[in-house]
């Protein structure tokens, strides 16, 4: 561009055209782990953590997640619903848990616009008298410092359980 007295501007102005920013669709189980703690032998009481991601890899805070846990040798499970944290996790600990193999089966998962594959990883857990195989993890505590909870009693009829963020 030239001006009147004959001066002489040049400016460049650079678009960068891409891709427009990822936005999340879907949310999956990414793993379920298992840890004991309390009593004599730290294996008293079982705790059950699902860790979810969207399709991006990210932790969805926020998201309902309803599972079932089941005593594969006696047939008793206890079921459950609580909400993850800002790292996507919600652990559930059943109290006074007997001896057995377990499984947890991830019955639905809820978050704002996304929609759950439906799919829950394979995991299990033998809980014996004294020892235990299968993973181990440091016991699991939500943002306030507490360890959210099953409410159930082993029973051969099914059990309600209730977290320790149902008062929240």
């Known amino acids: 561009m030239t001006d009147s007295g004959g001066n002489t501007v040049t400016q460049s102005v650079f678009i960068l055209v891409g891709d427009a920013p990822a936005v999340a669709t879907s949310v999956s189980v990414d793993s379920i782990s298992y840890a ?7 294996d008293k009481h079982l705790s059950v953590t699902v860790a979810i991601l969207d399709d991006l890899g990210n932790p969805p ?27 996507g996790t919600v652990t559930y600990t ?11 089966v991830v019955t639905n ?11 829950t990883p394979t995991n299990s857990f033998s809980k014996s008298s004294g020892k235990f195989r299968g993973v ?21 009829e099914p059990a309600e359980l209730d977290s320790a963020n149902d008062d929240a």
Request: hydrophobic fraction near 30%; proline fraction near 4%; aromatic fraction near 6%.
């Open 36 to 42: 004991t703690q309390g009593g004599k032998n730290g």
């Open 136 to 156: 181990s993890a440091e016991t699991p505590r939500d943002a306030s410092g507490a360890i959210p909870i099953f409410l159930g009693i082993a029973t051969t």
């Open 94 to 104: 059943l109290k006074s848990a007997p001896t057995g193999t377990y499984d947890t």
């Open 61 to 87: 805070s926020g998201a309902s997640v309803s599972i079932t846990l089941t005593n594969l040798d006696s047939g008793t499970f206890w079921s459950g619903t609580d909400t993850t944290g800002t790292d």
């Open 109 to 119: 998962v809820t978050v704002g616009g996304l929609t759950w594959d439906g799919s």
